[in-house]
């Protein structure tokens, strides 16, 4: 009575699923209702695995000549896999490589497979609306002798007791975030203060208007009541206060002009020399630093970590193992699970999640998508959150049938694979044949000191800024030269105008005068 219920359920869901999808149904000659009970098309492979271990058949040809069941993971809207219905043949990147892989076992799957629903097929999960993805694959993998997709291998999956031979896509778990930053050089003034912050610049004029004011006080401490000890007239100008700013200025830049004679001043211009050794030699690193470096984007979060730390919102594929293994590893995280595949990034547009975590092999596809990366925004941010490959899988059985030898010789084929580039070859021809436009790759110099030139798009503003200086400087010479001239005039007329004001000469004052200079005169000689 089960049995014949089954067949009942069978019936309805294939004529369910013919009628909502197409001829593709009629054609699979092994497909089942998902989740059917104890229904298997898997081959008995025990006889072959008891000739390999008697060493009547080589490894490498104990699948030659079988009829292997497959269950193909049909994702609609994605050509990974495609069928023509009036030909009957499939195609698709995963189909190159299962058909190469099955000439090179030897064995067929054209006659004997079924197709494995995702969850966004209606009522692929009646039979189980609460089910997962593991929970559908978990089925798969009883039901035929394997499923062919890009199944990531998971620890709850192996705890399934599900066999991951080599796979061929990296499935390796990756953040993606959107770039915003214009990469085109604009010319910017003060570009070569950037490796100081601000208040770094404030506290070196504060220093070094401080240090001129100070040796001032220094030498005028060491000086007061000592008449005989006073400076010569060359270092006079040592002792003006605005001389010994700009002095302590030039030190700054690694000029010392300073000509320290006492105990006091020797330490001060010591310690004057010593700061502006670490000043200058922090600025020269940062500023090549700075300057050398592209506009790097900014990004909410670089690593599961830090999103994780700063509650910035990650985007996935609902029930897609990468959502499984962030819920699994950061319990804490903000996590957005979206529906589809391509959900996630349209809720990233929407500044619903501040990253996307995605497999490395599915971003290669989004990125050429003209529709959700057109303004190439999209880039891979720090390092993958876990490594990973994705391929078929199969149970683990080495007593019922056998079917652990599935596994063991598709691991082998599938390295070989990777070996000779075929699977290279094959996803990069898909890659072009899906690419709806290319975005710009950074131009990277062969000459590694051309790399490294500064443009005066970098440097012209410390050229700008010194050629203001000099005009600054001529504006204040010509208005001292002005204020002097004038300052020279009105003592000139005021002298005039004392002189003019003094006693005539009458002959008494005169001749006092030349009285007096008489007696200096004679008394000194001169006479």
């Known amino acids: 009575m089960t049995f014949s219920l089954s067949m009942v359920i069978l019936v309805l869901f294939s004529f369910v699923a013919v009628a909502s999808g197409g001829s593709i149904y009629d054609d699979a000659a092994y497909q089942t209702v998902q ?72 064995f067929s799957w054209q006659e004997s497979w079924g197709l494995i629903l995702s969850p966004s ?12 993805f593991d929970d559908l694959l978990s089925w798969a993998a009883y039901a035929y002798d394997f499923s062919f997709a890009e199944w990531d291998r998971t620890i709850e999956r192996m705890q399934l007791g599900l066999d991951f031979p080599a796979g061929f896509s990296d499935s390796s778990t990756i953040l993606i975030g959107r770039n915003t930053n214009d ?17 770094v610049w404030v506290s070196i004029l504060a220093t070094t208007i401080f240090t001129g004011l100070a040796y001032k006080l220094v030498s005028k401490t060491y000086y007061i009541g000592q008449t005989t000890m006073q400076p010569q007239d060359e270092n006079v100008s040592e002792h003006v206060a605005g001389v010994n700013i700009y002095y302590a200025a030039l030190t700054a830049t690694g000029h010392n ?160 694979m990777e070996r000779d580039g075929f699977i290279e ?9 899906i690419t709806t436009h290319t975005c710009p790759e950074e131009e990277v110099s062969s000459d590694v000191e051309e790399s490294f030139r500064l443009s005066m798009v970098d440097m012209g503003g410390v050229f700008l800024c010194h050629g203001v200086a000099c005009v600054l400087g001529l504006l204040v010479s010509f208005m001292q030269r002005y204020w002097n001239s004038k300052t020279d005039s009105g003592t000139m007329h005021q002298n005039e105008t004392s002189a003019a004001q003094s006693p005539k000469d009458d002959g008494t004052e005169s001749g006092n005068g030349d009285g007096i200079l008489s007696a200096v005169k004679i008394g000194s000689g001169e006479y």
């Open 35 to 106: 989740f059917t009970p104890n229904v298997t098309h898997r081959s008995n492979l025990c006889d072959r695995q008891n000739l390999l271990r008697s060493g009547d058949i080589d490894f490498l040809d104990v699948l030659r000549g079988l009829n292997l069941s497959v269950g193909l993971l049909y994702l609609p809207g994605l050509d990974y896999v495609t069928y023509d219905e009036e030909a009957g043949t499939f195609s698709g990147y995963w189909i190159e490589i299962l058909d190469e892989l099955a000439d090179r076992v030897g």
């Open 121 to 132: 097929v209606e009522g692929a999960f009646r039979l189980n609306p609460n089910a997962t």
């Open 183 to 199: 990469d085109e050089p604009s010319f910017r003034v003060f570009s070569f203060m950037q490796p100081f912050d601000w208040t």
């Open 257 to 416: 002009e300073f000509s320290p004679v006492t105990l006091g001043e020797r330490i001060l211009v010591l310690s004057l020399c010593f700061w502006s050794l670490v000043i200058a030699a922090t600025y020269t690193a940062n500023l090549a630093s700075v300057m050398i470096s592209k506009n790097q984007p900014i990004y909410l979060a670089t690593s599961i970590t830090e999103a994780q730390s700063k509650g910035v919102s990650i985007c996935a594929s609902k029930g897609f193992s990468a959502a499984v293994k962030l819920r699994r590893k950061y319990p804490n995280l903000k996590l957005v699970e979206s529906d589809g595949l391509n959900g996630k990034y349209e809720d990233l547009l929407a500044n619903k999640c501040g990253l996307v975590a995605e497999s490395a092999s599915q971003f290669e596809l989004i990125k050429l998508n003209s529709t959700l990366n057109g303004d190439c925004s999209l880039e891979w941010v720090g390092r993958a959150v876990d490594i990973g490959s994705a391929g078929p899988v199969n149970i683990v059985d080495a007593g019922s049938y056998c079917t652990s030898l599935v596994g063991h010789v598709f691991e082998y084929y599938l390295k070989e």
């Open 425 to 433: 070859k094959t996803i990069q021809s898909y890659v072009n044949s």
